[in-house]
């Protein structure tokens, strides 16, 4: 490893995380000297991806968000997602994401809000828990060995008191969905929250993706049309994928 | 109508009246930090507790005033189910739990005492926790309901009276709730920020602090039931 980009990357990291920092801080959490720091940071701020306000504060620089949307850009997946994603939340009056496994977490790739003209927290780039999610869910019970991203991220949190954490449970759970394509979860993630999703599967028969609403648990159960519009997008995004078959292949037991 | 027990020398009664003046000191207190807590909630949440938080508590004090005198833990009771009706969202349930523990718990009819309270908010600090599964430190209004509760049980069992052991139950709340500024969310929406949401003072810690305000308020003034109601 260069010792130099890994410094680097620290830097950035712990600016994701702080957000605001002064060189003395940002030495003391790399535990590096205030010199060292200097020279690394100086060269990020020439280049874009740190800037320093008026305070002398550093802080993340626009170069990242260049990054970041290349990055959303030239995923295929997200692409043909997000106009289905966008219909989905139109007409089932929900917000829709869509998110990759990836180890035990999901990556929300896109976040199409409720279109209800509320002020929403922007989900985009967000990790969700993927066994506390329907989309998780979808995703893992077409996994070759859902055991394997769980077994990364265990043991497994409870978002909730309704989190289901056991695997035999899971299981359960995961073969209920392989019945139908379509998965649930109730207030498992956060309160009042539930949501319906389903698995999108790419030209091999893989689940590469998943798309779902999420609905108050106070509507729940699911509308029939609800349920319908969720797997419809799936589909719609598997076919134009290439898919032929969906909902997938089942994992061999 | 139960009879009322006759409270001792120098304490306050317990009673659905004292509800009443709780709730309306909630209501006062959440209308002021309506922005204050919306601001928090718009940098780790949807930017809508404040607004959550007030109607769900006009709805309580409206209910509640036309409710007849059923003892404190009916009062307690119908205050948890206007909030599970009103607030929406995680708040709804969350502080409907709070206030239908209260009223479950609590003894039925007549007022209480000040160690029936404090062990009827031990018990709906439990149900929180059951229902979220948050700990002290995850970033949740546990980090202010833990706290005040465990200093109003201390004082009391001091020997304090009530009112200045909610004072005391108040201070320890509202020091938890700007504890949780630097932590790392663990559950709820603001827990999908991760390392993002540390730097911000949690909303529901920081209106569950309030909680201990109202209740000292209602302790500490039993005259102003009537009052609130002028003009």
């Known amino acids: 490893m260069i010792q130099s980009v890994d410094r680097a990357i620290s830097i950035l990291m712990e600016l994701q995380g702080a957000r605001r920092l002064s060189l003395t801080e940002l030495s003391a959490r790399l535990g590096l000297a205030i010199s060292t720091v200097h020279g690394i940071v100086a060269t990020l701020v020439a280049r874009g991806l740190v800037e320093q306000d008026s305070a002398g504060h550093y802080a993340l620089g626009a170069g990242v968000l260049r990054l970041g949307n290349v990055y959303l850009d030239s995923n295929e997946l997200r692409l043909r997602s997000v106009p289905w994603a966008e219909t989905l939340a139109e007409r089932t009056g929900y917000a829709a994401r869509v998110g990759v496994l990836m180890g035990g977490t999901v990556l929300v790739l896109h976040h199409a809000l409720r279109p209800d003209g509320s002020r929403q927290m922007r989900e985009i780039g967000v990790d969700l828990p993927a066994h506390g999610t329907a989309l998780g869910k979808a995703l893992l019970a077409y996994h070759p060995a859902p055991r394997t991203p769980l077994s990364e991220v265990a043991p497994l949190r409870r978002l909730t008191g309704r989190t289901v954490v056991e695997l035999a449970e899971l299981e359960r759970e995961f073969a209920a969905i392989r019945v139908e394509g379509i998965a649930h979860a109730e207030d498992e993630i956060v309160l009042s929250e539930s949501e319906v999703a389903a698995p999108i599967v790419d030209d091999t028969g893989v689940s590469v993706g998943a798309i779902g609403v999420v609905l108050p648990t106070t509507e729940l159960p699911a509308e029939r049309a609800t349920i319908d519009a969720v797997r419809n997008a799936a589909i719609g995004i598997s076919r134009e994928l290439g898919a032929t078959t969906w909902p997938g292949v089942a994992p061999s037991d | 109508m139960a009879i009322p027990a006759e409270p001792s020398k120098g304490s306050i009664a ?113 149900a929180v926790q059951r229902l979220g599964a948050a700990v002290v430190g995850d970033k949740t209004m546990v980090d202010a309901i833990a706290p005040g509760v465990a200093e109003l049980e201390r004082r009391l069992g001091h020997g304090h009276d009530l009112a ?35 730097g911000h003072q949690d909303p529901g810690a920081s209106s569950s602090a309030l909680v201990f305000d109202a209740l000292h308020a209602a302790a500490s003034s039993p005259g102003t039931s009537a009052d609130a109601l002028l003009p």
Do not use: C, W
């Open chain 2, 14 to 126: 317990i009673d659905h009246a004292f509800v009443v003046r709780f709730v309306q000191a909630l209501d006062e207190r959440l209308s002021d930090a309506e922005t204050f807590l919306t601001e928090l909630d718009a940098a780790i949440g949807d930017a809508d507790h404040g607004t959550n938080m007030t109607r769900g508590l006009h709805a309580a004090v409206i209910d509640l005033e036309a409710a007849p005198d059923r003892g404190v833990a009916a009062a307690f009771a119908e205050v948890g189910r206007s909030l599970i009706r009103a607030i929406g969202g995680a708040s709804g349930p969350l502080y409907g739990t709070v206030f239908a523990t209260l009223g479950r718990t609590l003894p039925q009819g007549g007022p209480v005492d000040a160690r029936a309270l404090a062990a009827g908010l031990r018990e709906a600090l439990d």
């Open chain 2, 164 to 198: 200045t052991a909610l004072d005391g139950a108040t201070r320890a709340a509202h020091e938890g709730a700007t504890a949780t500024t630097p932590l790392r969310a663990r559950k709820g929406r603001a827990s999908y920020l991760g390392v993002r949401s540390e």
